[in-house]
């Protein structure tokens, strides 16, 4: 081939960070997203660390602060509505470097950056790809055909380009033991502070009010179910699994019209021994999903984009795939230990360890368990800062 060109598959975090990256240092990139539009649902993230740095060497923190959301008190209740916790999460986190922002926002900085030097294929997927040593055939589901250096899996963590070089899920992915759901509710809703969660037994409900965007929903439970639920059974799984909850929980699920769109899933990590097969390599959710219950997902898709366009400038050679994993494995390992921990601790499931916990954490000091939560985001920043990033500013420039 007469220029160095890659396929990335997956129009989210990554795979637009990437784009702009490897643009940057001279690859033709197409992006293929199989979706009929950049995906709307995802509801809001934090950026921190390694990849709050990747955004300013990009020339993008004024942007990813216009559109940051400013998040108050929050208040926890029990399924009778009485006070388990109250306290000021934004003066808590202003304390840390970060930014918290709608997905749907930060994926329109970083498609709005690309300035049009990248090709990116709507309502497009791979349907098939051959490798040798030089390059990958790969042919879409539209018929379009073309051979690349190298094809990028950034599609999430039920990545489908994985499972083309892969194989089969099973084995890679390690359920959580809960599911999650997010949705949309009507903005006109009441909420006595920013934040309002119903906490209970093996099941939590909380209520945001992200500024003048809306307010929206988040659902996590308990259960096995590994695989996707349709989106016309949606709502009433919600309904089956937070029946008896708090009315303001029951209420606002029944009250969702038919053509709600709910976003539910599986809480997963992804363990994979490698990352790379060949010329094909995977990005973000797709080779190390970290899950909601951890953070820092968006910040390691950023952190692992900009890593595998530098390894990939400096040595286009396949040898530059295995750097990137060398680089981004020790952060990515010990924050999916610290996941695995918080998701054991996230939902007792006992009535008995639920009150002991609500106990607890009324009784502490406040000052104590302010303390606590702010060194754990700490330790969380912490962690993703073991990626170990190239100098930047030189690759921005």
């Known amino acids: 081939m007469s220029s160095k060109s890659i396929l990335i598959s997956g129009a989210g975090i990554g795979g637009l960070c990437a784009a702009w990256w490897l643009s940057r240092s001279g690859y033709a990139v197409t992006i293929v997203e199989q979706a009929a539009t950049l995906r709307e649902d995802g509801y809001m993230l934090s950026v921190s660390g390694a990849g709050l740095r990747v955004i300013e060497e990009m020339g993008l923190l004024p942007q990813l602060r216009q559109a ?3 998040m108050g008190r929050h ?14 999460h934004g003066k ?3 304390q840390l470097a970060h930014e918290t922002v709608l997905r749907t926002d930060l994926a329109d900085i970083l498609y709005q950056s690309l300035n049009d030097a990248v090709s990116l294929q709507l309502g497009a997927r791979i349907s098939s790809l051959q490798q040798d040593e030089q390059g990958v055939d790969v042919q ?3 018929g379009h055909a073309q051979r690349f250096d190298y094809v990028i899996g950034a599609d999430g963590f039920r990545s489908a380009t994985r499972r083309m070089v892969f194989g089969p899920d099973v084995g890679f992915c390690q359920h959580l033991g809960m599911q999650a759901a997010a949705y949309w509710i009507d903005a006109n809703t009441q909420l006595e502070d920013d934040m309002v969660a119903i906490a209970e037994p093996r099941r939590m409900s909380m209520y945001y009010r992200l500024g003048d965007k809306g307010i929206t929903a988040l659902h996590i439970w308990k259960s096995d179910q590994a695989t996707p639920v349709a989106q016309d059974s949606r709502k009433d799984q919600l309904s089956a699994q937070f029946a ?3 009315a303001r929980v029951t209420d606002a699920i029944a009250s969702l019209p038919s053509t709600c769109s709910i976003y539910m899933d599986a809480l997963m990590q992804v363990h994979l021994p490698d990352w790379s097969r060949g010329r094909v390599v ?3 959710d797709a080779a190390h999903c970290l899950s909601l219950a951890n953070g820092q997902g968006a910040s390691m898709a950023l ?3 900009c890593c595998l366009a530098q390894e990939l400038a400096a040595d286009s050679s396949p040898a530059a795939l295995q750097r990137y994993q060398q680089s981004m494995r020790p952060g990515v390992h010990a924050l999916q230990i610290r996941g695995r921990k918080a998701a054991s601790l996230y939902l007792p499931d006992s009535a008995w360890s639920f009150r002991m916990r609500n106990w607890i954490m009324s009784a502490m000091p406040k000052s104590m368990l302010l303390n606590y939560f702010l060194k754990s985001a700490q330790e969380e920043i912490h962690l993703a800062e073991h990626i170990q990033l190239r100098q930047l500013s030189k690759q921005a420039a």
């Open 68 to 70: 940051g959301l400013s």
């Open 75 to 88: 208040l926890y209740l029990d399924a009778r509505g009485r006070t388990i916790m109250q306290f000021n």
């Open 92 to 94: 808590l986190m202003a």
């Open 140 to 142: 879409l589901n539209n």
């Open 244 to 246: 008896g909850s708090h």
């Open 282 to 284: 995977l990005l973000g």
């Open 303 to 305: 952190a692992g984009a």
